[in-house]
């Protein structure tokens, strides 16, 4: 089992910034990817950012260039910066760990979400 652990949502005015972290502990011996979700109410998750093992990224188009999501491998630790932050960045934001299995079969894990509100 691994457990998720979301800490620094928050409140902030638009143009303002927050810093979210997720730390995974349990039964942990890889982790592949580790990524963000959001959901806004009355719309379905989505994608925030992404980040390999070996550090590769994606984004979602409406966080490029405002949003860095970096991990500290030896923490089992995924970070998302959220700079320039709108109104529309206002949802639940949910860690998102992948772990291998067996095989190449994988399992996700979801912390339990944290808040974030952006004041226009």
């Known amino acids: 089992q691994v457990q998720l652990v979301e800490s620094g949502g928050g409140l902030v005015q638009a143009g303002g910034s927050l810093r979210l972290s997720c730390a995974a502990s349990?039964?942990?011996?890889?982790?592949?990817?580790m990524g963000w979700y959001r959901q806004a109410p009355g719309r379905q998750r989505e994608l925030v950012a992404r980040?390999?093992?070996?550090?590769?990224?994606n984004y979602a188009d409406s966080v490029k260039g405002r949003f860095t999501i970096s991990r500290d491998n030896a923490k089992n630790t995924v970070y998302l910066q959220m700079n320039s932050l709108k109104p529309e960045d206002t949802a639940i934001y949910y860690c998102?760990?992948?772990?291998?299995?067996?095989?190449?079969?994988?399992?996700?894990?979801w912390g339990q979400g944290t808040r974030v509100t952006v004041s226009s």
């Open positions: 349990g039964s942990i011996v890889s982790i592949n990817e």
């Open positions: 980040i390999t093992s070996g550090g590769s990224t």
């Open positions: 998102n760990v992948r772990v291998p299995i067996i095989l190449t079969a994988t399992y996700d894990y």
